[in-house]
């Protein structure tokens, strides 16, 4: 699906328009997912519940990925006006947890690429004795640890906590 319809598409469900902030999208995914939940919701089916996941994760996803870029929201059927107009544009977040995460995430991306490039496809090898990249790999991503325990200690309710955390748990292979 083109990046532009599903941010549009994303907006829409979540009730959103260009220049959302980052509690506002909290939020509505609140409201909504006490609405779509199949189990306490207003429907018995989960569809409802994993488009809203769908979207949510679209729409997290997007401030992650491109914080300092502005895409300006395209008319559909005049949801969002006339394309060709000085339409609002969608900002990311100013939030300071989210550019630490971000900083840690680009961080442990290349750590990680770095690793698997000087590794040139051998198998892994979690033994420090037979694989030295693996102790430079451990070096790369102490302070992304760091980072991301820091957002779990002092902002455990920022929308960054459980990436953060989930980010923490999937790192630990690498100590295994």
Do not use: C
């Not at 990046?3 to 999208?25: A, I, Y």
């Not at 006490?34 to 488009?51: A, I, R, W």
């Not at 750590?111 to 590794?119: D, H, P, T, V």
């Amino acid at each position: 699906m083109d990046k532009k319809l599903l941010l549009n598409d994303s907006l829409h469900f979540l009730g959103l328009s260009p220049g959302f902030t980052e509690s506002e999208l909290k939020e509505s995914y609140h409201k909504l997912a006490k609405k779509y939940h199949p189990d306490s919701g207003e429907f018995t089916s989960d569809v409802m519940f994993l488009e809203l996941n769908k979207h949510y994760e679209s729409l997290k996803d997007y401030l992650l990925i491109h914080p300092e870029e502005e895409v300006v929201a395209e008319g559909s059927g005049g949801r969002y006006g006339d394309a060709d107009t000085n339409s609002p544009s969608v900002k990311p977040s100013k939030d300071p947890i989210f550019h630490e995460y971000k900083q840690a995430k680009e961080k442990e991306t290349k750590a990680i690429l770095r690793y698997y490039e000087k590794r040139d496809l051998h198998p892994i090898e979690l033994s420090e004795n037979l694989n030295k990249e693996l102790v430079q790999l451990r070096k790369d991503l102490e302070p992304v640890l760091s980072v991301y325990t820091e957002i779990l200690k002092k902002h455990s309710t920022s929308l960054w906590a459980k990436d953060a955390k989930d980010s923490l748990e999937r790192l630990k292979v690498w100590w295994s």
